[in-house]
């Protein structure tokens, strides 16, 4: 008797009513929190015709916070890939002491605010620090200067590509690298004819991923910045900028370059997913 009440409650279809409920309450929490907010913003940009939008974004400042964007982020990809690589095919394919400690390292951008990331990088870097005589005396500026924004993004996306590789990886074993191995393969053969194939995907996946968090860093680049037009401004600074002057159509109209961005890598993190699962 209990095993046939069982299998009629495994087996029982979910109310209509609940399906078209839950449905339309995703629908509108998601029209709400996303699509209403960027109808916003376009619409806000737009207000004042083309000729203003425009001019907003071809504004000196703009352009400079746009290169100085997408600079910091080819970096934080470019060095996050190689770290990602490495860190995930040590942890996976070899045996070594302290491999937790090094996962849970992996993991503290997470759970560290990224206001507190820009005030660690001030107080190592800045005047205040016991290497400061060394950077002064060759002329290297981190704090409010360039290489401190492309750290802070660093620090801030560094865990998206390696923990998209690490459970592939896992999943994956060490069969194959050492049936290579054994047969006299060398490493890097091994790692482009074998390893990589299995995770190109994911790898696209982070690589993504850390490029969208890179674009859209706020916290540690405001802390290290200086927040110097033309110089350490990054897009999401330049907003800050633009609505504390009260210049709320050019900020939107900033803003508008992000949601542009983001929503070309929405399209190609699609693209990478809907690849990735037809090539399984």
């Known amino acids: 008797m209990a095993k046939e009440t069982q299998s009629q409650?495994?087996?029982?279809?979910?109310?209509?009513?609940?399906?078209?409920?839950?449905?339309?309450?995703?629908?509108?929490?998601?029209?709400?929190?996303?699509v209403l907010p960027l109808i916003t913003v376009i619409q806000e940009a737009l207000r004042k015709g083309f000729?203003?939008?425009?001019?907003?974004?071809?504004?000196?400042?703009?352009?400079?916070?746009?290169?100085?964007t997408l600079e910091a982020t080819v970096f934080a990809v470019v060095i996050n890939t190689v770290f990602g690589l490495?860190?995930?095919?040590?942890?996976?394919?070899?045996?070594?002491?302290?491999?937790?400690?090094?996962?849970?390292?992996?993991?503290?951008?997470?759970?560290?605010?990224?206001?507190?990331?820009?005030?660690?990088?001030?107080?190592?870097?800045?005047?205040?620090s016991a290497i400061y005589p060394f950077l002064e005396e060759h002329d290297l500026r981190v704090v409010y200067a360039v290489p401190g924004i492309i750290l802070a993004t660093v620090f801030v996306t560094f865990p998206f590509i390696s923990r998209e590789l690490l459970p592939v990886l896992e999943a994956q074993?060490?069969?194959?690298?050492?049936?290579?191995?054994?047969?006299g393969a060398k490493g890097f053969t091994i790692f482009r004819k074998i390893t990589l194939p299995h995770i190109r995907w994911?790898?696209?996946?982070?690589?993504?991923?850390?490029?969208?968090?890179?674009?859209?860093?706020?916290?540690?680049?405001?802390?290290?910045?200086?927040?110097?037009r033309g110089q350490t401004v990054?897009?999401?600074?330049?907003?800050?900028?633009?609505?504390?002057?009260?210049?709320?159509?050019?900020?939107?109209?900033?803003?508008?370059?992000?949601?542009?961005?983001?929503?070309?890598?929405l399209i190609v993190r699609s693209i990478v997913e809907y690849i990735g699962k037809e090539k399984k």
């Open 173 to 183: 074993g060490t069969d194959e690298e050492e049936a290579a191995a054994m047969m």
């Open 86 to 128: 490495f860190a995930a095919w040590a942890v996976t394919k070899f045996r070594f002491h302290g491999k937790k400690l090094l996962v849970t390292l992996i993991d503290l951008p997470v759970t560290v605010s990224p206001i507190i990331a820009g005030l660690i990088y001030v107080l190592t870097f800045g005047r205040q």
């Open 51 to 68: 000729a203003a939008y425009r001019e907003a974004i071809s504004d000196p400042d703009a352009f400079s916070a746009l290169n100085l």
């Open 234 to 265: 990054t897009l999401p600074l330049q907003v800050e900028i633009l609505f504390g002057d009260n210049k709320y159509m050019p900020a939107f109209a900033v803003s508008s370059i992000l949601v542009i961005l983001a929503v070309v890598i």
């Open 202 to 228: 994911a790898l696209l996946y982070g690589i993504v991923l850390c490029t969208a968090r890179a674009m859209g860093e706020f916290g540690a680049v405001s802390v290290l910045s200086g927040h110097l």
């Open 9 to 34: 409650t495994v087996g029982a279809k979910p109310s209509p009513v609940v399906k078209w409920l839950l449905i339309g309450l995703s629908v509108l929490f998601l029209f709400v929190m996303l």
